[in-house]
C-alpha cells in the first residue's frame, strides 16, 4: 500500500470491514465443528495419532538403513498434512525396501495403510501418503535437488532416537 492509501480512512474502514468478515466466517466455521485454527489432525479412525505414525515410520525407515531421517513438524504451516518423514535410501532398490518396510511396520503397529504410493516406478523419490503423515524415500541425488527440508525450513524437527 501506498502511504496515500494508508492515509486515506476510506481504505482503512474497507480492510476493518474485511477483517471483521473473516472473523464472522471463523464463527460460521466453528459451528459446523470446524476450527480455523491449525493444529495438528485428529486421531485416525484406530485412535492413532499421526505423531505415532510418523515415529513408526521413521524408525522403520532406520530399520532397513535409511540415511538422514528426519520428521518435519508441520502442524502450524501446512494444511496439507501434519508430519513429512523424510529419508535417503543409498540407491533406488534400498529406497523401494524401505517403502515396503515402512508400510508393514505402520500397519503393524498403527494398523493404518496408505491412501497412495507414487513414484515407485521411477524410484528417485517416492511418496507414502498416510493422510496426516507424508513419507518422502529419496535417492541421494533426488534429496539434494529436492531440499524438502530447506522448502519447509521453518519446521520444526522431532527428537528422534535412531541409535
Known amino acids: 500500500m501506498t502511504e496515500e492509501n494508508l492515509n486515506n480512512t476510506e481504505n482503512v474502514d474497507e480492510i476493518v470491514e474485511e477483517a471483521s468478515e473473516l472473523n464472522e466466517a471463523d464463527a460460521t466455521l466453528e459451528g459446523f465443528g470446524i476450527s480455523a485454527d491449525r493444529t495438528a489432525a485428529s486421531a485416525s479412525s484406530h485412535g492413532i495419532e499421526a505423531i505415532e505414525v510418523a515415529r513408526v515410520a521413521a524408525y522403520a525407515a532406520s530399520e532397513k538403513k535409511a540415511d538422514d531421517i528426519v520428521v518435519l513438524d508441520l502442524t502450524e504451516l501446512s494444511d496439507i498434512c501434519d508430519y513429512f518423514v523424510i529419508a535417503t535410501g543409498s540407491n533406488r532398490r534400498l529406497a523401494d525396501a524401505v517403502i515396503d518396510e515402512v508400510e508393514e511396520r505402520v500397519a503393524k503397529s498403527c494398523n493404518e495403510h ?14 507414502m501418503d498416510y493422510g496426516s503423515v507424508l513419507v518422502h524415500v529419496f535417492t541421494p541425488e533426488a534429496r539434494d535437488y529436492y531440499r524438502l527440508e530447506k522448502l519447509w525450513g521453518d519446521a520444526p524437527t522431532l527428537s528422534l532416537d535412531l541409535s
Not at 114 to 127: A, N, Y
Open 114 to 127: 496408505p491412501f497412495s504410493i507414487e513414484g515407485r516406478d521411477e524410484g528417485s523419490w517416492i511418496l
